[in-house]
C-alpha cells in the first residue's frame, strides 16, 4: 500500500477532529457540558428502564415511569441483536452519545468520505466538511440536547458515499458502506432524519437512471442499483427489533391518528396544524445567507443592543433584568415561529452553491441542487404548496413535525455542492472561459441576494403593534433591527468579496490553487466559528457531574415515598404541564412526561380531562391509580377517589362508539361501574355480575414488563385494571394460573379490562411479550451480520484489486493556459518493419 496517498487523509481527519474538539473545547478539554433540554427530559423518562437495566442485565419493553405506561420503543431500549453497535460506538469514539465534539466530527467525517466518493481533492473534502460539521443549525439542536437528531444528521453522508461508490465501479464496497452506515443511522433512533437521508438517496438513484436512459447504458446501471436495494434491505434489518416494535407503537400514537370522529379528519398521521408546526419561513430563509435577517433567535445575547439597555433601566420595573435580553430577542426575531438561532448556512458557502450550479457538469450537480432546494421548501412546511400534496400522498409524511429540521439535510447538499464548484475551479479540463462565466454568475447573484435580504428585512408586525403604545422602545426596535441586518449584510458581502478575489487571483494565475483552497476553507470556517458562537459561548458550559446529575428530590417527593405501597401514581402539576415534565419520573410513576409520541388514547384524556379543572376530573385520576395530586405550590393532596392497582366493578354498560365511550367518562365512577365499546363487549356475553364485597384482587409482584395479581372471586367477574391499554395483538400476554388466557379487552376509553373465571387464590399474569421484538432481534442478528460482511468484503475485494487513489487532484491556472479543454492526446504505435522471408533451407 501507498503510504503516500494515505497522509493527507490522515491529515485530514486530524485537522477534523482538531476543529471540533477546539471549537467545544470546554467538552473536549474540561470536561464540561451544555444543559440541554431534552436530554435531561430523556433521562428522566428512561428513570425506571435504567433501574431495571442494573437489576436485569436488560432494558425492559415497558414502563410505567412516565404517562402512567408506555412501551419503551422510542425511550430507552437496549437491542442485542443488530452486531453493527459496536461500530457505531467506534465510530463515536466510544465516548457518551451527549458529547458534542464527537457529534460534529463524525458528522464532517462522513462528509469528507461523501467528497471522496465524488473524487475531489483532499483539501477542498476538508472545506466541505467543515462546512457541514461547525453551522448554527447543529449549534442549535446539540444545545437543545437532541443527540439522536444530530448522530443520525451525522452520518446521512456516509450512506450516500456508499452509493456513490457503487455508481462509480465500486458497487461491492459502495453497498456494505451504505449497509453499514445505514444501520448505524437507524441505531440512533431518529426516523425523520433517516427518511430525508432516504429521499436525497432516492433523487441521487433517480439521476443516476436518467443519465443511464439518456446514454443508454441501463442495463450497466441495474447492478449498483440492486446493490444499494440490498443495502438498504440490511441497514433496515439490521434493526428489525427497533423498526417493527416502533411501526406498531406508531398506529397507536398522536402520529398514528386518533379514533374519535371529532379528529377524523386528521387521517393517519398528524394534524396538519400540529405537524406543520416549528417550521421556517420563506423570507426568513435569506439567514442562510445573513445570520440576523430575521434578528436572529432566542439563545443569542441581545445585552449590546438599545432595546435591551432601555428595558433595563427605564422598564426595569416591568420588565426583570434576568428576561430583559429574551425579550428584547423575541421582539427583534421577525421569522416564522421561533428559534433557538438563525440558520445560517455560510456566505462562502452559498456564493460556492451557486458556482456549482453553474459549473458542476452532469447529475452530481442536479441531485444535490434538486436535494437541496427541495429540503429548504419542506422546511417552509404549509408556506409551501407541495408540502401539502406530501402531507396527503407522500407515505409517512404525515407522521414528522418539526420540517425546520430538513434544513440539516440541505446544509449537507449546500456544503457539498460548494465543494465540487471549487473543485471544477481546479479541473484543467474545464475550459477558463466558463470558470470565469460561471464566477460572475455566482458573485453577482450572491450580490443581488444580500441586496435582497437589506432591502426587504423589517421588525414583524407582532413587534411594531407591541411597542406601538411605547414610542422609545418602538424606536430602539427599528434601529436595532436596521443595525442587525445592516452589519450581517455588510459582514457576509466582506466574506464573499475575500472568497471572490482568491478566485479571481487564482484564475489568473496568480495564486496556486492548494493555497486558493485552503484560504477559501479558513475564511469559511472563520465566518461559522464566528456566528455559531453567538449562540454557544464558554459561560453556558457547566460542569458535567452536577449537570448530569439526577434532579435533587424535592420536599413533597420525600413525602410521598413514605407510603409503604411502591406501586402508585402522582399528578405532580409543580414541575410543569402534563406533557412537558418527566422530572416526577425520577422519582414515583408518573401520568406526566415528555415525549412526541405519546399513546393517542392518554392524549385524548389528557385533553378532555387532565388539563381542565383537576378537582372536577378526580375520578379520571383515581382510575389511572393516581393517589396523591401535587398542587403548582408543591402541596400533596390525597386523592379520595384513587381505584387502586385493580378492582372489580358492579355493572358494565356498553356504548355504541369510541366517542360516547370517552364522552361517558365525564359522570363515570369508575370503582363500580366500567363503559365500553359494543366491539369490546362480544367477550362479555352471558357475563351476569354478582357483586360480593367479600371479592377481593391486588397487585402481588411488580415488573414492568410482568404484573402478577392474585384474586379470589365466588363467581364470574370483570376486572379493571389501572394499566395503560395497549393492543394485546402488540405483546401483552395474559395467564390464569400458568396458562394462557383470554385477551384482556379496552373499557373506560383507556383501561384494561379482563373477565375473571371464579376461583380463590387465583394467579392472573400479564407478561409484556412482543413478537415484533423477539423475531426481530433474531433477523437483526442475521441481517446485520450480512452488513457487515458485506463491508468487509467489499474492502477486501477492492483494496486487494485497486488500492487508494491519488488523494491530489488540484491543478493550477498557470499551467492550463487554453480556454478550451485539451483535446485527448492521440499517439499513433508505429507499424514495425516486415520482416524478410526466409525462404525454406535447400530451396533458392
Known sequence: MDFKKIVPHLIAVGILLAVAMLFFAPNAFNGKVLPQHDNDQARGMSAEIQQYIKQDGHGPLWTNGPFAGM????IYTTPHGNLTKPFFKALFLWTDYTTLWAQVFVAMFCLYLLLGALKTDWRVAVFGALAFGITTYNIDILEAGHSTKMMALAMAPGVLAGAVWAFNGRWLLGGGITALFLAMQIYANHVQITYYTLIILGIYLLAQLIDAILHKVVVAWARPFAMIALAIGLGFGSNLSKLWPTYEFGQETIRGGSELKSRAGQGNGLAKEYAFGYSYGVLESFTLLVPHYAGGGANESYKNTQLYKTLTTKYREQVPAAQASQQAGGLLYSGAEGVGTAIYFGAIV????????????????????SSGLLMLTISWAGRFFLNDLFFSYLPMFNKFRALSMALGMGQMCFAVLAALGLQKLADPDVAINRKRQAFFIAAGGTLLLLLVAWATSSPSDRALDALAKTPDLLANLQADHAALVRGDVLRSFAFVAIAAALIWFYLRGALKASLMVGAIALFALADQWMVCSRTISAEKYAVKRSTLAPPAEEEYDTQLKQDPDPDFRVLDLARGSLTGNATTSYFHKSMSGYSAAKLQRYQDVIDTFLNQDISKNLHIVGMLNGKYIVTQQGKVIPNPEVCGNAWFVRTFNVVPSVDAELDALHTLKPKEDAVLQSAAATTLQGLNIEY??????RLTKYHPDKMEYEYSAKTEQLALFSEVYY???????????????????KADYLLRAMRLPAGQNVKLEMRFEPRSWYVGENVSLVASALALLLFFGGLFWWFRRHGLEDPNRLTDMARTTIATPRPP???STPTPPAKAKVPPKGKK
Do not use: H
Not at 412501551?71 to 422510542?74: D, G, R
Not at 393492543?727 to 379487552?745: C, L, M, S, V
Open 350 to 369: 452559498c456564493f460556492l452553491f451557486l458556482l456549482g450550479a453553474f459549473l458542476v457538469p452532469g447529475n452530481a450537480k442536479w441531485w444535490l441542487l
Open 71 to 74: 412501551p419503551s420503543f422510542q
Open 692 to 697: 360480593d364485597s367479600a371479592n377481593t384482587i
Open 727 to 745: 393492543p394485546p395483538a402488540k405483546g401483552w400476554k395474559t395467564y390464569i394460573n400458568g396458562q394462557p388466557a383470554p385477551d384482556f379487552i
Open 825 to 827: 492526446v492521440v499517439r
